[in-house]
T-cell receptor
Framework: EAGVTQFPSHSVIEKGQTVTLRCDPI?????LYWYRRVMGKEIKFLLH????????ESGMPNNRFLAERTGGTYSTLKVQPAELEDSGVYFC??????????FGPGTRLTVT | DQQVKQNSPSLSVQEGRISILNCDYT??????FLWYKKYPAEGPTFLIS?????DKNEDGRFTVFLNKSAKHLSLHIVPSQPGDSAVYFC???????????FGKGTTLSVSS
């Protein structure tokens, strides 16, 4: 069974530019989550999809972040415009049952 | 304020001995707890979990203990192996399947 995949693995953009991160969950997993780890800090929750619906987006930092999950399959997280403090590693996770969440390898975003 | 705390940033253990990683939480609404292991440049890997209705869960070399009255959980690894060297994160959710709240992690080093 393929795990959670994320693309790209690393992105370097300038302040003010737009970046889109993609996550492909494990097949059949209705729950999809986004998390972020800023340098030296703990991993923090951003939002939770159940199929294509946003179940909880309380962790989204501001309206520069837009997450979508078309057709309940893959998800994208767009940052527009990017700011320096958006730098970090963005993790995606998925789950079938409301128990353990399986994480992808992450996308390292560097905003210069 | 941190709801999940891992007060030991690092732990060093000799191969074959027991590793004990600790985690404290403040939110009494948490009812599902998980431990993840993370290697550099990879996403967190699920290790073991425990529901608040239990006080112990065991899986091979890994055992998690939950003390609800003390709001404390611990992960025991016996025997420790060099391949166990990684960062270990404690996480909690309320209820299961919702946003995970992570601690800052403990770096375990197992020497041969």
């Amino acid at each position: 069974e393929a795990g959670v995949t994320q693309f790209p693995s690393h992105s370097v953009i300038e302040k003010g530019q737009t970046v889109t991160l993609r996550c492909d969950p494990i097949s059949g997993h209705d729950n999809l989550y986004w998390y972020r780890r800023v340098m030296g800090k703990e991993i923090k929750f951003l939002l939770h999809f159940v199929k294509e619906s946003k179940q909880d987006e309380s962790g989204m930092p501001n309206n520069r972040f837009l997450a979508e999950r078309t057709g309940g399959t893959y998800s994208t997280l767009k940052v527009q415009p990017a700011e320096l403090e958006d730098s970090g590693v963005y993790f995606c996770a998925s789950s079938h049952l409301p128990t353990e969440q399986y994480f992808g390898p992450g996308t390292r975003l560097t905003v210069t | 304020d941190q709801q999940v705390k891992q007060n030991s940033p690092s732990l060093s253990v000799q191969e074959g001995r027991i590793s004990i990683l600790n985690c404290d939480y403040t939110n009494s609404m948490f009812d599902y707890f998980l431990w993840y292991k993370k290697y550099p440049a990879e996403g967190p890997t699920f290790l073991i979990s425990i529901s608040s209705i239990k006080d112990k869960n065991e899986d091979g070399r890994f055992t998690v203990f939950l003390n609800k009255s003390a709001k404390h959980l611990s992960l025991h690894i016996v025997p420790s192996q060099p391949g166990d060297s990684a960062v270990y994160f404690c996480a909690a959710s309320a209820p299961a399947g919702t946003a995970l709240i992570f601690g800052k992690g403990t770096t375990l080093s197992v020497s041969s």
